[in-house]
């Protein structure tokens, strides 16, 4: 088994969007797919507050006569909805393409929305070879909140490297989230902050 590790720093990252919760999707942010196992996915992907009810359909490459819907069961129209949808009984080692249904309407992405199951190679054969992302320390600008003075804040451009880059994971490694002194009295404030900032466009590709 080789494993390949693929490097990014991206220290204070600058991005200005105004897209954050003003959609006619009603998606604010993904869908990504989680953890994937040998007979299992996680989507994730947060919803606007109007949003009644979300799937996901989802269904082998080459096998759309296969497709099965996935329907959320939770709680929906709070100010931050953030869900999982879990995928169970998939086959290993197969890639499977999948739509996000919100309202009843599927939802059309800008990329394709795939994932594959892990192998099972255990005692079988030799471990596959990987190659995965790291990197941590991303910084999103909100001007409104920012220091004054020169803020934190740079170029963004490494995730669109990220997004293009033959990798099977990504590790984020610290850092998540750059609170401002705004965000720290409440649950909202820090909800507020995570929703936000995995809102900017510049992060759907790179993490679906």
């Known amino acids: 088994m080789i494993g390949k590790i693929y490097l990014y720093i991206f220290f204070t990252i600058s991005i200005y969007s105004n897209s954050f919760s003003q959609n006619t999707t009603g998606i604010v942010s993904g869908p990504w797919a989680g953890n994937v196992e040998l007979r299992n996915a996680i989507i994730w992907v947060e919803v606007i507050t109007t949003v009644k009810s979300i799937g996901v359909k989802y269904y082998p490459n080459d096998n759309l006569k296969a497709a099965k819907t996935i329907m959320y069961k939770g709680e929906l129209g709070k100010d931050f909805n953030p869900i999982k949808i879990e995928l169970n009984g998939l086959h290993f080692n197969t890639t499977y393409a999948y739509t996000i249904i919100i309202d009843g309407k599927p939802v059309t992405p800008a990329y394709a ?96």
């Open 113 to 208: 929305l795939q994932f594959t199951t892990k192998d099972l190679w255990q005692f079988r054969k030799p471990a596959p070879d990987f190659s995965f992302l790291t990197g941590s320390c991303a910084y999103f600008n909100e001007p409104m909140f920012d220091r004054p003075g020169k803020p934190y804040g740079g170029d963004s451009s490494i995730f669109e490297t990220m997004a293009t880059t033959n990798a099977a994971f990504n590790l984020w490694l610290g850092d998540n989230w750059y609170t401002r002194e705004v965000d720290y009295a409440t649950a909202w404030g820090l909800n507020y902050r995570a929703s936000r900032d995995m809102s900017l466009s510049v992060l759907q590709k790179f993490k679906s």
